[in-house]
């Protein structure tokens, strides 16, 4: 542990909030801790944390108060009483609860109103991956919370990316993020019942997608790059291989006897498509079905 390098509150003591508090202790913070649950304190006070008696009290023991908890509504379930707004006068609070866009603003109003600075993080690594050189953190907000807050986020992660001082950039790049995330995730799990029905093991079937994934990843920033600049000529995937290779998903789901929630609705989008007249543009052209809320 380094000398004592000033103040800091953690609210929130999950799996990730508990991590935090850590990592900030280890840098040699003066660390003050609350938590709903006083228990999942233990092993930080051991390790030298202050636990708070109540979330003002926490607030109130330092400068910049960092909150990590299960959501908006728990955020403001803690942060929105008499007590706490009465301490929140020239302080920062550092939002790293994942939160949408919408709650970014009004929590930001929120803490205007109560005198306060507010800055919104976004942690995109799991506990187990936190305080690493590679860690990606996003975050929002005016420049000058961002270089309150930087010396923290640094020992949360090394690859922290400012997306300016719109508040809501770090929230909504991290649920654009967590769409890909889980819409590739829904894709596996269908892909391993796939698998499973020919008698092929999920080991055997996520070790080739672990494979393709740096690949697949740099063909995803093409067609980004492409719907950034409107131009759905063909360059790598026309849009009609999808659309045949989503019917044999959905085909496949019926042959196999397994669960077709998942080719169905991604048929269905391609489908669309071709009733769009997009059938020989780029795949990528599957954002203007996406762009009709219908
Ligand atoms: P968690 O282990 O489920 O902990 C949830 C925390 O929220 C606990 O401290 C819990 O208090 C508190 N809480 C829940 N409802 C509350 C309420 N109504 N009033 C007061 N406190 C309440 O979650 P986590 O994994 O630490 O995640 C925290 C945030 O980090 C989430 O927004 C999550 O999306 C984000 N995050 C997590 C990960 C991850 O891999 N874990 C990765 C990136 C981002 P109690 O202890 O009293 O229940």
New binding site residues.
């Given amino acids: 542990m380094t000398a004592n390098k000033g103040a800091v509150t953690v609210i ?6 508990i991590t935090l508090a850590e990592l900030l202790l280890k840098d040699g913070y003066k660390v003050t801790v609350w ?3 006083p228990e ?1 304190a233990a092993a930080l006070v051991a390790a030298g944390a202050i636990l708070a008696a109540d979330a003002a009290a926490a607030v109130a023991a330092s400068p910049v108060t960092i909150i ?4 908006h ?2 955020t403001f ?2 942060l929105d009483t008499a007590a706490v707004r009465n301490v929140l006068q020239g302080r920062t609070l550092l939002q ?3 939160i949408s866009p919408v709650e970014s603003r009004l929590s930001a109003t929120w803490a205007a109103g109560n005198g306060a600075a507010y800055m919104n993080g976004a ?1 995109q ?3 187990a991956q936190m305080g690493n050189a590679d860690t990606p953190i996003l975050v929002s907000g005016p420049q000058a919370v961002y270089n309150t807050v930087t010396p923290f986020l640094q020992v949360f992660g090394g690859n922290i990316t400012y997306l300016g001082d719109a508040v809501a950039a770090a929230p909504t790049m991290d649920l654009a993020t967590l769409s890909y995330i889980y819409g590739s995730a829904i894709g596996f799990f269908h892909g391993v019942r796939i698998s499973e029905a020919e008698g092929f093991g999920a080991d055997t079937y996520a070790a080739i997608v672990g494979g393709i994934t740096p690949s697949y990843g740099e063909f995803l920033k093409h067609e980004g790059n492409m719907i950034y600049a409107g131009n759905y000529s063909v360059t790598q995937s026309p849009m009609r291989i999808s659309v045949e290779a989503t019917a044999r998903l959905e085909q496949t789901a019926v042959e196999s006897g397994i669960n077709s929630a998942f080719p169905a609705f991604a048929a269905a989008l391609f489908k669309k498509a071709v009733a769009a007249g997009y059938e020989d543009e780029e795949v990528a052209a599957l954002i203007k079905v996406l762009r009709n809320p219908a």
């Fill in positions: 929130g003591l999950g799996a990730m909030g938590n709903r649950s999942k990590c908890v299960y959501n509504e728990a379930h803690i790293l609860t994942t942690i690594a799991a506990p």
